[in-house]
Each structure stands twice: as C-alpha cells, then as structure tokens.
C-alpha cells in the first residue's frame, strides 16, 4: 500500500502564488510517476503536473503551463507544486497522484494507482 500526504494549500488573490507538497510513502517499488491533479466543483478532474523516470522527467498540463512548476523532491517519494499568477479558475480540490507510470494521464484520462486526501486551493475572486 501507498500513502500520499499533502501540504499546502489556502487561499489566496488572484495574481498570487501557493505551493503544494506531496510526500509519498509505503510500498513504492511499482510506484514510478507522482503528480498533482485537481477538481473545480462541476468540471472533471484534470492532471496537473507530474514527476516520473526517478524524478528526471516532468509533465505540466497544458491549462497551466508556464505559471505552475513541478520539482522533484528527492527524486520520487517528494515533489513540489509551485502555482504562480492564480486565477479563479485555478479553485478546487488538488489531489496528489502516484502510479507505475510513466504518464499519470492520457488524453485527459486518468492512470494512477493511488490518490491522496485533496488539499484545497481558494482564489478569492
């Protein structure tokens, strides 16, 4: 079994920046690709941000590229979500991810083997 424990989160004003922090724990022999995805209230959970291939590799979803940065931890059990310039469609409920990899989505699709609990991310708009 896989644990995923997350950190940050909050609210904050449009423009502004938050960070997030996964650390991933348990049996993680299989475990090759650790992201973030996140839920806004009415839309379908959308992939973020991920780190595979022992943390050398680095996928950013295309709604967020170039204001969100990924940084792999120590290589695979610890990344970091960096959310930089935040609009009000960046709220919602941000789920850390791990699966065997390498991609955690495909066309939108989900492939991950564990879930963590969701942090919250407000954009007071």
């Known amino acids: 079994q896989v644990q995923l424990l997350e950190s940050g989160g909050g609210s904050v004003r449009p423009g502004g920046s938050l960070s997030l922090s996964c650390r991933m724990s348990?049996?993680?022999?299989?475990?090759?690709?650790l992201g973030w995805f996140r839920e806004a209230s009415g839309k379908e959970r959308e992939g973020v941000a991920s780190?595979?291939?022992?943390?050398?590799?680095?996928v950013i979803g295309d709604s967020v590229k170039g204001r969100f940065f990924v940084s792999p931890g120590d290589g695979k059990h610890l990344i970091r979500l960096q959310m930089n310039s935040l609009t009000c469609e960046d709220s919602g409920m941000y789920y850390c991810?791990?699966?065997?990899?390498?991609?955690?989505?495909?066309?939108?699709?989900?492939?991950?083997?564990?879930w963590g609990q969701g942090t919250q991310v407000n954009v007071s708009c």
């Open positions: 991810a791990a699966g065997r990899g390498p991609l955690l989505w495909i066309d939108s699709k989900p492939y991950v083997q564990y």
């Open positions: 348990g049996s993680t022999d299989d475990i090759d690709a």
């Open positions: 780190v595979y291939g022992g943390g050398r590799k680095i």
